[in-house]
C-alpha cells in the first residue's frame, strides 16, 4: 500500500516536472498558465492531463491536433513514480517520524536530479534555476538531520554535512579543472556545479562510486551511439543524465558494490 502510495505521488510529480522543465526552457510561467499541447497551442482539458493513463487512451496523440505526444512525457512521469516508490521503500516507516524527514529529503533530492537529467538530455545546459536550489535544499536537510541526531561531534564518515562538503569540494575541484583546461570541451561548467550538489547528497566516499559510474556510463553509451552513427567521434553529448545515473548507483547499491569487490580479493 505504501509502495503504491509513493509510487503515485511520483506520477503526479512527474507530470509537474514536464511542465517544469518545457515552461523553464520557453520561459513561461510555471505555476498559473494552463498546460497546452506544444503544437496547436489548445488547453489541455484535466481527463487528458492524468499521468500515464491520458497518455494511453489517448492512444499517444493530442486529442485536438492529433500529433504525437512526445515518449518524455510518460517516461519522467513513470522514472519518478518508481523513484519514488524505491525511495519509500528504502527510506520510509511509518512508525518512525525520523525516517519521514530522511523520505522527503531524498524525494526532493530525485526530483532535482529528474529535472537535470531531463533537462540536460534535452538541451545540453543545466539551469541555475536547478542547480542552486538543489544545493540549498541537501545543505539544508544534512544540517538538519545532522541536528535531529546530534551528530556534529563525529568524524567526517558519520556527520553528514562534513562528508558532503568534503565530497562537494573534491567532485567539483575535480570537475571544474576538466572544465577549465578544456575549456569546456570535455566537461561544462555546469557539471562541475551539479557535482556540488551530488557530493552533498552522497557524502564520502560514495562520490567516487557515483563517478566511476558516471564515466562508465557515459562511456558505454557513446560507444553504442557511434556504433549506431548517432554521434561521432568528436561529437558532445550531455553528461549530466550519466553524473545522475552514477548517482543513484551509489545511492542504492554502494554498500553491496563495496563488498562485492572487496570479496573478490
Given at each position: 500500500m505504501i509502495i503504491a502510495i509513493f509510487f503515485l505521488i511520483g506520477l503526479m510529480v512527474g507530470s509537474f516536472l514536464n511542465v517544469l522543465v518545457y515552461r523553464t526552457r520557453v520561459a513561461e510561467d510555471i505555476f498559473f498558465d494552463r498546460s497546452r499541447c506544444p503544437h496547436c497551442k489548445k488547453v489541455i482539458v484535466w481527463y487528458d492531463n492524468i499521468p500515464?493513463?491520458?497518455?494511453?487512451?489517448?492512444?499517444?496523440?493530442?486529442?485536438?491536433?492529433?500529433?504525437?505526444?512526445?515518449?518524455?512525457?510518460?517516461?519522467?512521469?513513470?522514472?519518478?513514480?518508481?523513484?519514488?516508490?524505491?525511495?519509500?521503500?528504502?527510506?520510509?516507516?511509518?512508525?518512525?517520524?525520523?525516517?519521514?524527514?530522511?523520505?522527503?529529503?531524498?524525494?526532493?533530492?530525485?526530483?532535482?536530479?529528474?529535472?537535470?537529467?531531463?533537462?540536460?538530455?534535452?538541451?545540453?545546459?543545466?539551469?541555475?534555476?536547478?542547480?542552486?536550489?538543489?544545493?540549498?535544499?541537501?545543505?539544508?536537510?544534512?544540517?538538519?538531520?545532522?541536528?535531529?541526531?546530534?551528530?556534529?561531534?563525529?568524524?567526517?564518515?558519520?556527520?553528514?554535512?562534513?562528508?558532503?562538503?568534503?565530497?562537494?569540494?573534491?567532485?567539483?575541484?575535480?570537475?571544474?579543472?576538466?572544465?577549465?583546461?578544456s575549456h569546456e570541451k570535455w566537461m561544462g561548467m555546469g557539471d562541475a556545479y551539479l557535482a556540488i550538489f551530488l557530493g552533498l547528497i552522497l557524502g564520502w566516499p560514495q562520490i567516487f562510486l557515483a563517478a566511476f559510474f558516471s564515466f562508465f556510463t557515459g562511456s558505454i553509451y557513446g560507444i553504442i551511439a557511434i556504433a549506431l552513427g548517432k554521434k561521432k567521434m568528436k561529437s558532445q553529448v550531455p553528461f549530466a543524465p550519466f553524473l545522475v545515473i552514477g548517482t543513484l548507483i551509489a545511492l542504492f547499491w554502494y554498500q553491496p558494490i563495496v563488498d562485492w569487490y572487496f570479496g573478490l580479493f
Open positions: 500515464l493513463l491520458s497518455f494511453i487512451l489517448l492512444k499517444f496523440r493530442c486529442r485536438n491536433c492529433r500529433k504525437k505526444i512526445s515518449w518524455q512525457y510518460p517516461a519522467v512521469e513513470l522514472s519518478l513514480g518508481i523513484l519514488f516508490a524505491a525511495l519509500g521503500v528504502k527510506y520510509f516507516i511509518i512508525q518512525d517520524f525520523s525516517s519521514w524527514t530522511t523520505t522527503l529529503y531524498f524525494l526532493g533530492v530525485a526530483v532535482f536530479l529528474v529535472a537535470i537529467f531531463v533537462y540536460d538530455w534535452l538541451y545540453m545546459e543545466i539551469p541555475e534555476i536547478f542547480i542552486w536550489p538543489a544545493i540549498a535544499w541537501s545543505l539544508a536537510f544534512n544540517l538538519l538531520l545532522d541536528f535531529n541526531k546530534g551528530n556534529f561531534s563525529g568524524d567526517v564518515f558519520s556527520v553528514s554535512t562534513y562528508s558532503g562538503i568534503l565530497a562537494a569540494f573534491v567532485a567539483f575541484t575535480f570537475f571544474f579543472l576538466m572544465s577549465t583546461l
